[in-house]
């Protein structure tokens, strides 16, 4: 069972310069507000925000592209897409979706013989 609060650190050079504490527990749903307490501490936000698969998410990815930060952020899934078994899983569906579409193409091209 993950606790019910999340705590965020920001560094620059090994210094904190910034923190936050949300009562959310997926680190998705805490770095906006987490930067937002950061900017308003500093007057602005970092350049470059670092952070791990955890903070991977589209609402984030928008967030740092409008406020015009570069993001060095994997995406969730990033882990996953990386392991053999969903290579594999992917590979079955890309073919299947192929074998599915080539006998779509083929019922479609086929000429009726008339009896």
């Known amino acids: 069972m993950k606790p019910g609060y999340n705590v965020l650190i920001g560094t620059e050079n090994q210094f904190i310069v910034g923190y936050s504490l949300h009562q959310r527990p997926t680190d998705t749903r805490c770095l906006k507000p987490h930067l937002e307490k950061v900017k308003a501490a500093l007057g602005k936000l970092p350049d470059t925000v670092i952070a791990d698969a955890g903070y991977g998410g589209e609402e984030n990815y928008a967030y740092l592209e409008q406020e015009e930060v570069q993001a060095i952020v994997k ?13 594999l899983e992917v590979g079955w569906l890309s073919l299947a979706h192929n074998l599915l579409k080539w006998a779509a193409m083929n019922q479609k091209g086929r000429v009726r013989e008339q009896v």
């Open 75 to 87: 995406y969730s899934t990033y882990h996953k897409e990386k392991s053999k078994k969903w290579q």
